[in-house]
């Protein structure tokens, strides 16, 4: 049973025509969803070489505080 009794009323057959045009909307939602999620991952270069400094300035100050930690 259906919860919806109406649902077969509801329900129309679609012609070839229009599946192509649905399936064509849902493919330019997703790719303008593509778009926008590969630009925010986008960084310039200058934003990569500051991201390296400053993970380069952690991962020096973690060691340092390894290696002091075992200091006798």
């Not at 500051?50 to 505080?65: A, C, P, Y």
Request: glycine share 0%; proline share 0%; net charge positive.
């Amino acid at each position: 049973m259906y919860r919806n009794k109406n649902y077969k009323e509801e329900r129309k057959i679609l012609s070839k025509e229009e599946k192509f045009e649905f399936m064509l909307q849902d493919f330019m939602k997703i790719s303008k969803e593509k778009i926008t999620e590969s630009n925010h991952k986008k960084h310039t270069v200058s934003e990569q070489v500051e991201t390296k400094k400053v993970n380069n300035e952690r991962r020096k100050r973690k060691n340092d505080r390894k290696n002091n930690q075992y200091k006798y």
